[in-house]
């Protein structure tokens, strides 16, 4: 039914596969304050995910996660903010050496994402295709944690060391957790910095911030993904030792697009494309159908064919997705729930027009 498959032989000999087909998945920020809600919702896409709840709890906030274990860094959960101090980092430091073979120093505990803990218990996640995880990569939180002149700790070289290795510990800690529970487990790495990062920031080049970046996507263990609802450098993404590559189609794809060149060689690679189709804010959800989301994506794979791409290709190697988070709408999860619904109806529409593609 499938062609394109890139496969991992992974250790103990366990050999996974990643499809395409235009299986379903989201980002894992929800706006729920209900844990079983959340998950029935997560748990209703082709590749269901763990959800990120930051109105349940500060600790279900991608940046909070995060901090757990991170020497200098103090959360408050009452006013909601992150604190870090250099000085506390390095006096922390030694400690964290001393524990730093052990699994318990990098895994996600109840305390900073009872969701998590929740999702690993979930009955029959064996009997999906692939489930997914996520992470904040170390740009976007190095770009957002301050030390106390406000200056991001990704500019200082000492801790940015640190975060690159930490936060790539962290994230093969959940995989191995995922591939518990499912052997095609992955886990994806939520980067919006990756946008701003590229610029011309004083203390950290772009030709440093991409090797950098490279070097800790080569730590990674299993399927390497990268998740952001910006605009990146996207020759660059494109060019790395990718497998997946999640897009805000809807709203950048006109610019993705015309990476062509490297979008080819992206699936030549067995790549997976993940197009971030369908909103979730209020308005746009409600002036969107199915049939306006399917044509934008047919708009943005006709290019693509154009220019010698061919949509069998593109399709076989596509997840569809909402094109980014919410916790904006006034209406709690019910903009959000209409677009998963969306979502699963375009796929289906989508499948039924390109049966073919799916079929030997």
């Not at 029959?124 to 030390?147: C, H, N, W």
């Amino acid at each position: 039914m499938f062609k394109k498959v890139k496969m991992y032989d992974l250790k103990g000999g366990d050999i996974m596969t990643l499809k395409g087909n235009l299986q379903t998945t989201a980002m894992g920020i929800l706006p729920h304050t209900d844990i079983d809600e959340a998950m029935r919702l997560a748990l209703s896409v082709d590749i269901p995910f763990w959800p990120q709840l930051p109105k349940m709890s500060f600790f279900e906030d991608m940046y909070a996660q995060a901090t757990e274990h991170f020497p200098g860094i103090t959360v408050d959960e009452a006013a909601q903010k992150i604190y870090f101090e250099f000085e506390q980092f390095m006096e922390e430091l030694p400690e964290f050496l001393e524990k730093a073979e052990e699994k318990a120093t990098f895994a996600l505990t109840e305390q900073y994402s009872l969701v998590y803990r929740s999702f690993l218990q979930q009955p029959g996640l064996e009997k999906y295709s692939a489930i997914r995880g996520q992470f904040i990569g170390p740009v976007s939180f190095g770009m957002k944690i301050t030390d106390k002149d406000k200056k991001p700790i990704i500019y200082n070289d000492e801790v940015k060391v640190f975060l690159y290795d930490f936060m790539a510990r962290k994230i093969n800690i959940q995989y191995e957790e995922l591939r518990e529970r499912n052997k095609n487990a992955f886990v994806w790495v939520d980067e919006p910095g990756l946008e701003i990062i590229f610029g011309s920031f004083t203390g950290y080049s772009s030709e440093v911030a991409k090797n950098d970046y490279a070097a800790f996507l080569s730590q990674l263990e299993g399927p390497k993904g990268v998740h952001l609802c910006g605009n990146p450098d996207w020759s660059f993404l494109l060019n790395q030792n990718l497998d997946i590559l999640s897009v805000d189609a809807l709203g950048v794809g006109h610019i993705f697009s015309r990476f062509t060149a490297e979008i080819k060689a992206f699936l030549d690679r067995g790549g997976i494309i993940a197009w971030g189709i369908v909103p979730t804010l209020t308005e746009e959800v409600n002036r969107e159908s199915v049939q306006s989301l399917v044509d934008h994506l047919e708009k943005l794979w006709n290019h693509l064919e154009q220019y010698g791409i061919e949509k069998k290709q593109v399709l076989q190697q596509a997840w569809l997705a909402p094109a980014r988070c919410c916790l904006v709408n006034t209406d709690g999860a019910k903009s959000v729930e209409k677009a998963f619904d969306i979502l699963k109806k375009a796929a289906d529409e989508l499948k039924d027009r390109y049966a073919k593609f799916f079929t030997e």
